[in-house]
């Protein structure tokens, strides 16, 4: 709620939310012994979407379970759901399917890197609403890539990981994300990223090499994209080892609540800003 860009994109909402802001969130915030952030894009962006605005802000970070051992999974399972996409060269879209992912940049980025080569194909993974669905359909025939393209629906378990583990390259174009925990699971599958400076951990991924970050915009993501169909196989395996390096160093489950819990010992043991 606090991001800016709920602001912009629903500004009626916002509009009926800052009317109670000053009564209720606003003493929440103030009055509590500390606000936890998974970022510091998050924690930043918090303070410009209100005109009050005061936290004890804590970024504690975020992360998510780790990909099982290759051995682990079977893709047997996922191939015969899905045997379109044997032999396929992966580009793996997982998530909430809603329009403020960008899903209609990457469909339309990926168009156009695909027009001339059928082996590429585009898996987008995850719940999405009937009205929301058409729209994408109805844009996936005006670029032609209706074979190009697999819904698979919600996937979790083995499923899940499959599909990231069978992938070349994970999108995210979104518009707002205040963490991404769908781009944390892809590095620990090892699986480099094409996301936009819109999600909040992009400036460790461009620090550590592990994916492209671009603009969320369609020149941005055709860049992204076709930033990874240029490199060739050791530079795609470097960055696949850096990949699965930065999901090591920051997003393991055990690092963030180890931040969490030194916090709760004692609160002076994590650096805060009042805003």
């Known amino acids: 709620m606090l991001d800016p860009w709920f602001k912009r994109a629903y500004p009626f909402k916002h509009f009926r939310k800052s009317l109670y802001?000053?009564?209720?969130e606003y003493n929440l915030l103030r009055e509590a012994s500390g606000v936890l952030f998974t970022t510091h894009a998050e924690c930043i962006l918090a303070r410009h979407s209100f005109s009050?605005?005061?936290?004890?802000?804590?970024?504690?970070g975020y992360g998510s379970s780790a990909c099982p051992d290759p051995s682990q999974i079977n893709y047997n399972i996922y191939y015969n759901r899905f045997p379109e996409l044997i032999g396929k060269e992966i580009y793996l879209f997982l998530g909430r399917i809603h329009p403020k992912k960008g899903l209609d940049l990457l469909i339309n980025a990926f168009s156009q890197i695909s027009a001339h080569n059928l082996n590429r194909h585009l898996v987008l993974a995850g719940p999405v609403s009937s009205?929301?669905?058409?729209?994408?359909d109805l844009l996936t025939r005006s670029v032609s890539i209706e074979s190009q393209i697999t819904w698979t629906g919600h996937?979790?378990?083995?499923?899940?990981?499959a599909a990231y583990s069978t992938s070349s390259l994970f999108c995210l174009p979104s518009h707002q994300e205040n963490f991404g925990v769908s781009v944390a699971e892809a590095l620990s599958a090892s699986l480099p990223v094409a996301i936009s400076t819109s999600v909040n951990i992009a400036d460790l991924v461009q620090a550590s090499g592990s994916g492209f970050v671009r603009q969320d915009t369609l020149l941005g993501t055709v860049d992204a994209l076709q930033s990874w169909v240029?490199?060739?196989?050791?530079q795609r395996l470097s960055m696949s080892q850096r990949a699965y390096s930065l999901f090591l160093s920051e997003f393991q489950w055990s690092k963030a609540s180890d931040r969490l819990a030194r916090l709760l010992r004692d609160p002076e043991s994590l650096p805060y800003t009042h805003s």
């Open 230 to 234: 240029d490199l060739d196989t050791d």
């Open 52 to 60: 009050r605005y005061s936290a004890r802000e804590y970024v504690v």
């Open 155 to 161: 996937l979790d378990g083995n499923l899940k990981w």
């Open 131 to 136: 009205g929301y669905r058409r729209h994408l």
């Open 21 to 24: 802001w000053p009564f209720a």
